[in-house]
Every structure is written in structure tokens, then in C-alpha cells.
């Protein structure tokens, strides 16, 4: 059964960090591409980063390039976005979904774990 479980969010002050994570299990991530979407409220989800399957080439939307990574430790089938000079408008609850390889959209994902809460506030 393929299943996705987030962690590491929380609140945060403007300027500070957080680590995501993303444990996957039912595949191994070399096999598919791991994105992670974000939704503040009410806004669309928009699809931030993604790592591919194979080789892990990675992706990132304009609005978080240069202050987010995406990495993965495949012996660990986890991924994770470590977010750096975060803003109150990264606020969002923050998921990572599974697909065959990186989309823009987020509806192309197919398997989604429960999210997790990233609040930017002084």
C-alpha cells in the first residue's frame, strides 16, 4: 500500500526555518517522482518543488527558489524541503504527493499524505 506521512512543520518567526519531511513507504523513491504542494487558505494548492524518480533532478516553483532545497535519502525512502527565510506568505499547510515524474499541476498527483501546518508568524 502506497502511503505518504509528513512532518516537521510548525510555527515559525519571519526569517527563521523548518525541515520537512516525507516518509514514504509502498515504493521505493527512485521509482517515482515526490512533490511537495502547499494551500494557504483560501488559495489554490500550487505545486512548490519536486524531485524526480530517477537521477533526483529537482524542480522549484519561482516564489520559493533559492530559499527552499528538496533532497531525499533513498535508504531512508524519505524526502525532505528544508525552508529557509520563510515569509508569512509561505504560510500553508504543506503536502507531499507522489506521481510518475514532476508536475506543475497539483491535481496530476495521484497518492497524498495528510499534510502538515507551516505557520510564518512574528
Known amino acids: 500500500q502506497v502511503r505518504l506521512v509528513e512532518s516537521g512543520g510548525g510555527l515559525v518567526q519571519p526569517g527563521g526555518s523548518l525541515r520537512l519531511s516525507c516518509a514514504a513507504s509502498?515504493?521505493?523513491?527512485?521509482?517515482?517522482?515526490i512533490g511537495w504542494i502547499r494551500q494557504a487558505p483560501g488559495k489554490e494548492r500550487e505545486a512548490i518543488s519536486c524531485i524526480s524518480g530517477r537521477g533526483g533532478s529537482v524542480e522549484y516553483l519561482n516564489a520559493v527558489k533559492g530559499r527552499f532545497t528538496i533532497s531525499r535519502d533513498v535508504a531512508k525512502n524519505t524526502v525532505y524541503l528544508q525552508m529557509n527565510s520563510l515569509k508569512p506568505e509561505d504560510t500553508a499547510v504543506y503536502y507531499c504527493?507522489?506521481?510518475?515524474?514532476?508536475?506543475?499541476?497539483?491535481?496530476?498527483?495521484?497518492?497524498w499524505g495528510q499534510g502538515t501546518q507551516v505557520t510564518v508568524s512574528s
Open positions: 509502498g515504493f521505493t523513491l527512485d521509482g517515482a517522482a
Open positions: 504527493a507522489t506521481a510518475s515524474s514532476c508536475h506543475y499541476y497539483p491535481n496530476e498527483y495521484d497518492t
